[in-house]
């Protein structure tokens, strides 16, 4: 008889945003008059922008156009994307190679199918409170996890250390759900850390475009050594609103190797196998948010969720409660007031204030304690919702 994966039965039942969906679905079957503010979700709310959309509708002309038509993409990327990718990175001082470039579907896609370059015997480091994938994926492919936790006491940017010892290190900055992000000392420490045990970084940068601080870095290969150590995961989805369009792009420096193997074209050798490449459509939709306007354009989305985040502070300042995260973040980790636990506050602000959050035991163990807003929602909604937070918790 066929074995199946059995890993799969490793995994925890996966109950945060079930678990929200259920609580707000009886609250309001209970008090249908009530209206929810919701502060929880992390997806857009803005449409994609204009010069995105004309680049879509061209698009699906040219597939109308015997001329002009596409048939099968190269699978690592649209030769033309991935040069106005590297371009992108060459404004911040970074020099790669078009090939060193790849286009994919999203970070979520990538973050799991580049688990097929590592060994399963190869162990895994998350920085806990995390994006629950890292673990599920790893958990799938029976990889030893190694969780390293993080708190308030190093603002959840944890130095590496003995304990932190593991052959994939999972690094996201800006992080979700707490909005750290990691400067360029810290960042580099953990580049050093990782080619001194011959580790590789998986760098999360999905949250990059939200950086104000521009001593932050945007991407791992600011720093030096980041190319012997690190692949770069990078999504438009909230840069540019493609959560439902879909897309992102992926670094692989052809000076990652490890047991004389490089990891660029591993890579290589793996999309030509398991891809057949990403639409033409969403390619030349994608290539759009790179020129002046289409740049200029996300911008403006993104200061819309940064006005959202300034609102929130702003009530969480005024309250003194403490929290990260905001400013270079579409995510605010806040401390739960009165030493209440995350689901006690769930529970607690959508009965009194019909606001709905994250609870922070949702993203690890040491998430416990610490509630997560999401930026991301309506403006209206998001100023009532600072309005009632600052009312319920005044003292
Ligand atoms: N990485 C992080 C840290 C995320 O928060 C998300 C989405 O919320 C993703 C990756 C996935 O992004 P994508 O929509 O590109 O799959």
């Given at each position: ?77 649209d030769p033309g994307l991935r040069e106005i ?198 390619q030349?939709?994608?290539a ?108």
């Amino acid at each position: 008889m066929i074995t199946p994966n059995t890993h799969y039965a490793d995994l925890k039942e996966s109950y945060l945003f079930y678990n929200i969906a259920q609580k707000t679905k009886a609250y309001l079957e209970e008090h249908p008059e009530k209206h929810l503010y919701r502060m929880g979700i992390g997806d857009v709310s803005l449409p994609l922008c204009d010069a995105v959309i004309t680049a879509l509708h061209e698009a699906v002309d040219d597939q109308a156009d015997k001329e002009r038509f596409h048939g099968y993409m190269p699978e690592c990327g649209d030769p033309g994307l991935r040069e106005i990718l590297a371009a992108h990175y060459a404004k911040r001082g970074i020099h790669l190679s078009p090939d060193e470039v790849f286009v994919s579907s999203g970070a979520s896609d990538e973050l799991g199918d580049i688990l097929d370059l590592f060994d399963r015997s190869s162990s895994a480091l998350v920085i806990e409170p995390a994006y629950p994938a890292y673990v599920d994926a790893n958990v799938m492919a029976g990889r030893k996890i190694v969780h390293l936790p993080a708190g308030k006491e190093n603002g959840f940017l944890p130095e590496p250390d003995e304990n932190a010892k593991a052959d994939i290190l999972y690094i996201c900055s800006p992080n979700n759900p707490t909005g750290a992000v990691f400067n360029r000392e810290q960042l580099q420490r953990w580049i050093d850390f990782a080619n001194a045990n011959g580790s590789v970084i998986l760098f999360d940068a999905a949250y990059e475009a939200f950086i104000e601080d521009e001593t932050l870095p945007h991407s791992i290969f600011e720093l030096e050594g980041a190319r012997t150590c690190a692949i770069e995961i990078c999504s438009l989805s909230k840069t540019a609103g493609f959560t439902g369009t879909r897309l992102g792009y992926t670094v692989i420096p052809s000076d990652l190797v490890r047991a004389g193997m490089k990891f660029n074209e591993m890579w290589v050798r793996n999309r030509t196998t398991k891809t057949n490449g990403v639409s033409y459509i969403l390619q030349k939709g994608g290539a759009a948010v790179f020129t002046p306007e289409g740049h200029q354009q996300i911008m403006e989305n993104i200061r819309f969720y940064k006005e959202n985040a300034a609102i929130l502070m702003e009530a969480l300042d005024q309250l003194g409660i403490w929290y990260c995260g905001g400013k270079n973040a579409p995510y605010i980790w806040m401390e739960c007031p009165d030493g209440m636990g995350s689901w006690e506050l769930f529970d607690y602000l959508l009965k009194e204030i019909q606001v709905v959050g994250t609870p922070g035991e949702g993203f690890g163990a040491c998430g416990e304690g610490y509630f997560r807003f999401s930026t991301f929602g309506n403006r209206e909604d998001t100023i009532e919702a600072a309005r009632r937070l600052k009312e319920l918790f005044v003292k």
